[in-house]
């Protein structure tokens, strides 16, 4: 199973390649632990991510350096030489789902989510006719369920991490 789900911002302006309909960018997710001094150490990871289709085009025209977005999709390994011959080589992540996590450039959080939701829906029945004999409605049907465990999933994420800062929040005032 190839398969990865990452929270994170946009950190690189996002490039557009028209003839093959691919948005591609940077993801910076951040992993916070704590040291054996019990120091509170952030680190970030810079990934390579790739939208195709309908989705390159939603992302190109909605998201901006700094966005948060939550995506879910597959790794890939690319190797190439450059000009002088020397080998190169890269992981990146081809995502096959895309979650705005910040809502700034739609009217309100209803409209954002219908667009995502009818991106969504699109993308995931296509890609599941594909590979199954199966009646679109039954793909609608098991889209939404995913969609709502998908949501559900997010919100106590948000939940969690708001709790957090509230907590690092209280210490840091606490230590004024």
């Given at each position: 199973?190839?398969?990865?789900?990452?929270?994170?911002?946009?950190s690189k302006e996002l490039t557009h390649n028209t003839q093959h309909r691919v948005t591609n960018t940077s993801?910076?997710?951040?992993?916070?632990?704590?040291?054996?001094?019990?120091?509170?150490?952030?680190?970030?990871?810079?990934?390579?991510?790739?939208?195709?289709?309908?989705?390159?085009?939603?992302?190109?025209?909605?998201?901006?350096?700094?966005?948060?977005?939550?995506?879910?999709?597959?790794?890939?390994?690319?190797?190439?030489?450059?000009?002088?011959?020397?080998?190169?080589?890269?992981?990146s992540i081809n995502v096959k789902e895309v979650d705005f996590l910040v809502v700034k450039k739609w009217e309100?959080?209803?409209?954002?989510?219908?667009?995502?939701?009818?991106?969504?829906?699109?993308?995931?029945?296509?890609?599941?006719?594909?590979?199954?004999?199966?009646?679109?409605?039954d793909i609608s049907a098991a889209t939404q369920t995913i969609q709502k465990d998908l949501e559900r999933q997010?919100?106590?994420?948000?939940?969690?991490?708001?709790?957090?800062?509230?907590?690092?929040?209280?210490?840091?005032?606490?230590?004024?």
């Amino acid at each position: 199973m190839n398969r990865i789900i990452l929270i994170g911002n946009i950190s690189k302006e996002l490039t557009h390649n028209t003839q093959h309909r691919v948005t591609n960018t940077s993801l910076a997710v951040n992993k916070r632990y704590t040291d054996k001094s019990g120091n509170k150490i952030d680190k970030v990871c810079f990934i390579d991510i790739a939208f195709f289709g309908e989705m390159s085009e939603n992302t190109l025209k909605h998201l901006s350096i700094g966005d948060k977005i939550a995506i879910d999709g597959s790794i890939e390994y690319d190797t190439w030489a450059d000009k002088d011959g020397r080998k190169n080589s890269k992981h990146s992540i081809n995502v096959k789902e895309v979650d705005f996590l910040v809502v700034k450039k739609w009217e309100n959080k209803e409209e954002a989510r219908d667009e995502q939701n009818q991106e969504q829906d699109s993308s995931l029945e296509n890609e599941i006719s594909k590979e199954v004999d199966i009646s679109k409605e039954d793909i609608s049907a098991a889209t939404q369920t995913i969609q709502k465990d998908l949501e559900r999933q997010l919100n106590t994420i948000s939940q969690e991490k708001s709790q957090e800062v509230k907590k690092d929040e209280n210490i840091h005032t606490q230590t004024k």
